[in-house]
C-alpha cells in the first residue's frame, strides 16, 4: 500500500516539474521597440489560445502561445498589420481563435436571442412590479363583521361598560 502511495506522489511531483519547467519556456521577450510591444500586446489580447479554453494569447503560458507571440513580434517588425496578423491566426487555426464573436451568421441570432430575453425578462419584471404597487381597493362594508363585533365587545368589556356586539340582537 505504502508502495503505490508514493509512486501516486511521485508521479504527481514529476507532473507539477514538468507543468512548470513548459511554463517557464513559455516566456517571449518583449520588442526592442515600445510601439512594436504596445502593438503585439494588443493584438494578444484579441487572440485566444488554440488549444485552451477561452484563454487569451497574453495570459496563457503554454509552447504554441509563446509561438504565436513570438510571430506576432516577427510579422509587425517585418511591417505587417494588425489585421493582417489576425487573419493569418484565423486562417491558421479558424475562427475560434478570435476573442470576440464576428456579429455574421449564426452569431446574430444568438446576439438577438439575449437581446430579446433581456427586454422580455425586463417588461415582465416591470409589469409585475407596476402591478404589485398599484393599490387594491379595500372592501368598504357598513355591517360589521363577527370579528369587529368581538372587538367591541372586547373593547366596551375593559372599559367597564356592558355592550352587546353590533350586528347580534
Not at 475562427?95 to 464573436?101: C, G, I, T
Not at 398599484?134 to 357598513?142: G, I, K, V
Request: net charge neutral.
Amino acid at each position: 500500500m505504502k508502495c503505490i502511495l508514493s509512486a501516486i506522489v511521485g508521479l504527481v511531483a514529476v507532473a507539477a516539474l514538468a507543468g512548470s519547467a513548459s511554463h517557464a519556456t513559455a516566456q517571449v521577450p518583449p520588442a526592442a521597440d515600445p510601439r512594436i510591444e504596445a502593438q503585439a500586446q494588443a493584438i494578444e489580447r484579441q487572440l485566444l489560445c488554440p488549444i485552451c479554453t477561452n484563454e487569451r494569447l497574453d495570459v496563457c503560458a503554454t509552447a504554441i502561445c509563446a509561438d504565436m507571440k513570438r510571430i506576432i513580434r516577427e510579422r509587425l517588425a517585418a511591417g505587417s498589420s494588425a489585421d493582417d496578423i489576425i487573419l493569418y491566426f484565423e486562417q491558421r487555426y479558424g475562427e475560434r481563435v478570435r476573442a470576440d464573436l464576428p456579429r455574421k451568421g449564426f452569431n446574430l441570432v444568438l446576439f438577438g436571442w439575449v437581446g430579446g430575453s433581456l427586454l422580455l425578462v425586463g417588461t415582465a419584471g416591470g409589469w409585475f412590479l407596476l402591478s404589485a404597487r398599484r393599490a387594491r381597493p379595500t372592501p368598504t362594508s357598513s355591517t360589521p363583521t363577527v370579528d369587529d363585533a368581538w372587538l367591541d365587545a372586547q373593547i366596551a368589556n375593559d372599559d367597564g361598560t356592558d355592550a352587546t356586539p353590533r350586528g347580534r340582537a
